[in-house]
C-alpha cells in the first residue's frame, strides 16, 4: 500500500476544504437583512395598561419600517418602498419609512400589512403583519367582589379603544337597579355608591355607557351585579 500517495491526498482534501470554507463571506447568515414593522393605534386606554392598545372602527393607525443589516439599520432614503393594506397598494414613495392610516368602519376583522423595500441589495425585502380591530370596551373597577354593607364605595369606569384623547371626549352614565345616577362625585368616571344602614340585603346592578360625544355611533355598556350584605 503507498501511505506516501494515501498521505498527499488527504493533504489535497484538506485544503480544498479550508479554500471552500474561506469562500463563505463571515458571518453571512448575521448579514441577512432583518425587515422590523412596528404599528401604532391612536385610541385611548388608560394610564397604567399594560396591554396593546388596538385600533377600533376609524381609529388612527400610525406605522414605521426599519431594516437591520450587519446589526445597523439600513439608510432607507434611496429605496422605493410600497405599502400595501388587505393587498391593496395604500401608499408609495421613495424613503417612505413612515405612514398613517384611518382603519376601515368596521369592528371586527384583522388588517393586513404589508411594506416592500424594492431593490435592497438586489432583490426586494418585504414584511407582513396583521393588525386586529376591536370593540370600544367599558370596565367598572369594582374592587367589592365579596360584597359590601353599608357605608360609601367609589366605582371608576376605564374605557379602552375610544377614538379620544381624554376622557372629557365622553359622556357617561351611570345607573342602579335601572335607575340613572348623577350625584356623587363631579368626576363622570366616579360613581360614589352610598348604602345607607338597614338597606336590608340582596343585590344590586350597577351599569355604565360610554359615548363619544363627536361621535354617538362609537358606543360601549358593561353592568355589575353587587352583593350587599
Known amino acids: 500500500m503507498n501511505f506516501k500517495k494515501i ?13 471552500a470554507i474561506n469562500l ?33 372602527s376609524n381609529s388612527k393607525i400610525k406605522m414605521a419600517l426599519s431594516l437591520i443589516t450587519n446589526g445597523k439599520p439600513a439608510d432607507l432614503s434611496r ?19 413612515n405612514i398613517e392610516f384611518f382603519s376601515p368602519q368596521t369592528n371586527t376583522g384583522d388588517l393586513r400589512i404589508k411594506a416592500v423595500v424594492l431593490n435592497f441589495l438586489g432583490q426586494n425585502q418585504e414584511k407582513s403583519i396583521t393588525i386586529p380591530i376591536t370593540k370600544p370596551e367599558i370596565v ?3 374592587p367589592f367582589q365579596n360584597g359590601i354593607g353599608a357605608g360609601n364605595f367609589p366605582f371608576k ?23 340613572e345616577v348623577r350625584e356623587g362625585s363631579q368626576d363622570q368616571d366616579i360613581l360614589d355608591l352610598k348604602i345607607p344602614q338597614g338597606f336590608g340585603g340582596g343585590e344590586l346592578k350597577i351599569s355604565l355607557t360610554a359615548v363619544n360625544i363627536k361621535s354617538p355611533l362609537e358606543i360601549a355598556s358593561v353592568f355589575n351585579i353587587l352583593k350587599v350584605k
Not at 44 to 52: H, L, T
Not at 157 to 179: D, R
Open 7 to 19: 498521505s498527499t491526498c488527504l493533504t489535497t482534501l484538506i485544503f480544498a476544504v479550508f479554500a
Open 24 to 56: 463563505i463571506p463571515a458571518g453571512s447568515a448575521q448579514n441577512k437583512p432583518e425587515m422590523i414593522v412596528t404599528w401604532e393605534a391612536q385610541t385611548y386606554a388608560p394610564n397604567g395598561f399594560g396591554g396593546r392598545i388596538l385600533p377600533s
Open 79 to 97: 429605496f422605493r418602498i410600497n405599502w400595501f393594506i388587505n393587498n391593496e397598494q395604500q401608499e408609495t414613495g421613495v424613503g417612505k419609512t
Open 140 to 142: 367598572i373597577d369594582s
Open 157 to 179: 369606569a376605564l374605557p379602552y379603544f375610544f377614538n379620544i384623547e381624554k376622557l372629557s371626549e365622553l359622556e357617561m352614565t351611570w345607573g342602579v337597579n335601572g335607575e
